[in-house]
Nanobody, 120 residues
Framework: QVQLVESGGGSVQAGGSLRVSCSFS????????MGWFRQAPGKVREGVASIDNNGKAEYAVSVKGRFTISKDNAKNTLYLQMNDLKPEDTAMYYCAAEHYIYCTGAYAAWGQGTQVTVSS
C-alpha cells in the first residue's frame, strides 16, 4: 500500500526557514512526479512546487526564489526547503504523487499534512 507521510512542520518567525519532508513507500514513486500543496484555513488548496522524473522543478509564483523542492530516491524522501518565510505561508502542507513520470496535475496519492505556522 502506497503511503506518503509528511513531517518537519512547526512554528517559525517571519524571515526564518523550515524544511518539511515526505517519506514515501512504493517503488514507483522513485520515478513519478511528486509535489507539495498547501491549504490555509478558509482558502482553497494551492500547488506550491512539483518535481518530475527528470528533476525538473516548477514553483508557484508566490514561493519562487524562496522555496526549493528536492527528492532523495535513496532515502525515499521528498523535501521542501522553505526560506524567508512569510506569515502568508502559514498553512497545512501536503505532499502528493502522480502515477506518471511527468507532472500532469493528476495527483493520485496524498499525505496527511504537516502544519507550518509563520508569525510576524
Amino acid at each position: 500500500q502506497v503511503q506518503l507521510v509528511e513531517s518537519g512542520g512547526g512554528s517559525v518567525q517571519a524571515g526564518g526557514s523550515l524544511r518539511v519532508s515526505c517519506s514515501f513507500s512504493g517503488y514507483r514513486y522513485k520515478t513519478d512526479c511528486m509535489g507539495w500543496f498547501r491549504q490555509a484555513p478558509g482558502k482553497v488548496r494551492e500547488g506550491v512546487a512539483s518535481i518530475d522524473n527528470n528533476g525538473k522543478a516548477e514553483y508557484a509564483v508566490s514561493v519562487k526564489g524562496r522555496f526549493t523542492i528536492s527528492k532523495d530516491n535513496a532515502k525515499n524522501t521528498l523535501y521542501l526547503q522553505m526560506n524567508d518565510l512569510k506569515p502568508e505561508d502559514t498553512a497545512m502542507y501536503y505532499c502528493a504523487a502522480e502515477h506518471y513520470i511527468y507532472c500532469t496535475g493528476a495527483y493520485a496519492a496524498w499525505g496527511q499534512g504537516t502544519q507550518v505556522t509563520v508569525s510576524s
